[in-house]
Nanobody, 125 residues
Framework: QEKLVESGGGSVQAGRSLRLSCTAS??????MGWFRQAPGKEREGVAL???????SHVASVEGRFTISKDDAKNTLYLQMNALSPEDTATYYC?????????????????????WGQGTQVTVSS
C-alpha cells in the first residue's frame, strides 16, 4: 500500500490555478512538504509545513503557492496560483519520519523513505 498518493495535476494555461492533494496513510504528525522535478533538472523543494502548522515556501513560488494540510482528512495540499511555464514539472509530496521536524529546511524530507509517486503539472504559455 502506498503511504502517500498525489492527485490534482494536469495541463493548464499560464495564469491559471491548480490544487494538488496528497492523501497520506501514515500519521500527519510530522513535517511534510512538496518537491518538483522538471525534465533535465534536479528535484527541488517547493514548500513545507511543520508539525506546528508553520509553513515555508521557496522564493520562486512565494506569494503564488500555498501549502496547507487537513489533519482530519489526512491530506496535504498545494494551492498553485498564477502558474507559469517555468512551473512545469512532476510534483511529489514527501513526509519526514514520525514526529520529525524540518526546521525550515528540506533535508529531513529528502532523507525520508516516504514519497509519493508524483503528479504531472504542465503549464502552457
Amino acid at each position: 500500500q502506498e503511504k502517500l498518493v498525489e492527485s490534482g495535476g494536469g495541463s493548464v494555461q499560464a495564469g491559471r490555478s491548480l490544487r494538488l492533494s496528497c492523501t497520506a496513510s501514515i500519521s500527519m504528525e510530522r513535517c511534510m512538504g512538496w518537491f518538483r522535478q522538471a525534465p533535465g533538472k534536479e528535484r527541488e523543494g517547493v514548500a513545507l509545513v511543520e508539525l506546528d502548522g508553520s509553513t515555508s515556501h521557496v522564493a520562486s513560488v512565494e506569494g503564488r503557492f500555498t501549502i496547507s494540510k487537513d489533519d482530519a482528512k489526512n491530506t496535504l495540499y498545494l494551492q498553485m496560483n498564477a502558474l507559469s511555464p517555468e512551473d512545469t514539472a512532476t510534483y511529489y509530496c514527501a513526509a519526514a519520519l514520525a514526529r520529525a521536524r524540518c526546521d525550515g529546511g528540506f533535508q529531513a524530507l529528502r532523507d525520508s523513505p516516504y514519497w509519493g509517486q508524483g503528479t504531472q503539472v504542465t503549464v502552457s504559455s
